[in-house]
């Protein structure tokens, strides 16, 4: 089983940027890693998703803003976000698993192991 620590959140203006990081206690490579966040009040929902051939996606809320990446060891998960608005609010998570082919990537149900969350606050 992965462990997963997730750093880099804090409170920034709308417009500003934050970049996550998400450290695995052992090689990612072959995993399809994600990152979701989750607001008060709201279902937990995935932002960025990349699989074991570093393909991304992402929600339609944040494209064009934010990027996922993973490090050259394969034990480090990025997400660098740009033009921070106030509906990115939310702790933010990271995930790993083995996703089926054709899954929907984006369900966080079929990740298995999960970070403990890194809070992002953007102010208007």
């Known amino acids: 089983q992965v462990q997963l620590v997730e750093s880099g959140g804090g409170s920034v203006q709308a417009g500003g940027s934050l970049r996550l990081s998400c450290a695995a206690s052992?090689?990612?490579?072959?995993?399809?890693m994600g990152w979701f966040r989750q607001a008060p009040g709201n279902e937990r929902e995935g932002v960025a998703v990349?699989?074991?051939?570093?393909?991304?996606s992402y929600a339609d809320s944040v494209k064009g803003r934010f990027t996922i990446s993973k490090g050259n060891a394969n034990v480090t998960l990025y997400l660098q976000m740009n033009d921070l608005k106030p509906e990115d609010t939310a702790m933010y998570y990271c995930?790993?698993?083995?996703?089926?082919?054709?899954?929907?990537?984006?369900?966080?149900?079929?990740?298995?192991?999960w970070g403990q969350g890194t809070q992002v606050t953007v102010s208007s």
């Open positions: 052992g090689d990612i490579r072959n995993y399809c």
């Open positions: 995930a790993t698993g083995r996703i089926a082919s054709g899954a929907n990537k984006f369900d966080p149900n079929p990740y298995q192991n």
């Open positions: 990349i699989d074991s051939d570093r393909r991304a």
